[in-house]
């Protein structure tokens, strides 16, 4: 598989993990992936803490599917009739997570590139996990990006430093496939931008009016 099938082929895998762990090697090449992203600095400013243990895993589900029900009891009735459909987490179905961190004092006081853009060191981190993610798809595993979930209670959970940051819980493992359209296009939560609406040329133009 080449980047653009990979970039193609691509999915936020919820409901279709086959239940069976990663296979350590497998595991391994797609960390290894992750951590050869470009870094601002090179400061590399990225962990990943690897949870395996059922109980952790149970406890976190319970976690994110309270979480899920705040945010649908937030929405307005339309909105949550099309949410209701929409698997949000696949945690303990993928039997791996992957907690991906950031840690902004790697690398000292002065972090070449970071002097006037202090974002750069987490977009950093960003591009670790798109290399991660785009691997995984060109082993055959899937990947589902967790965010229903208080950055406290998984810091608890796990035992990351304050001085640390919790980017992503990311479910990690085999399926029995990968959706062709995007769950969020298919249950109609949100169409996809064409990409014309997107590039601008020599200035950004703005957002066209809303219909």
Request: proline share 6%; charged share 20%.
């Amino acid at each position: 598989m080449d980047v653009y099938e990979a970039i193609a082929r691509r999915r936020d895998v919820r409901s279709e993990f086959n239940g069976s762990l990663v296979g350590e090697a497998q595991l391994w090449r797609v960390l290894e992936a992750a951590h050869c992203a470009p870094s601002v600095g090179n400061t590399q400013p990225w962990d990943f803490v690897v949870i395996q243990d059922r109980t952790v895993l149970s406890l976190f589900a319970e976690h994110v599917s309270g979480c899920r029900a705040d945010f649908a009891r937030s929405l307005p009735a339309e909105r949550a009739a099309t949410f209701g459909p929409i698997v949000v987490e696949g945690i303990e179905q993928a039997g791996t997570g992957v907690v991906v961190t950031y840690q902004s004092n790697r690398g000292g006081a002065h972090v070449l590139g970071r002097h006037t853009i202090d974002e750069t060191g987490r977009l950093s981190v960003g591009l670790a996990i798109q290399n991660l993610w785009l691997a995984a798809t060109a082993e055959g595993l899937g990947v589902g990006w967790v965010s229903f979930y208080r950055p406290e209670f998984l810091r608890g959970l796990i035992g990351v430093p304050p001085t640390v940051d919790v980017v992503a819980w990311l479910c990690l493992g085999p399926v029995t496939q990968l959706q062709t359209v995007p769950d969020l296009e298919r249950f109609g939560w949100r169409t996809r931008r064409p990409l014309a609406d997107a590039v601008h040329r020599e200035a950004y133009r703005g957002d066209p009016a809303p219909s």
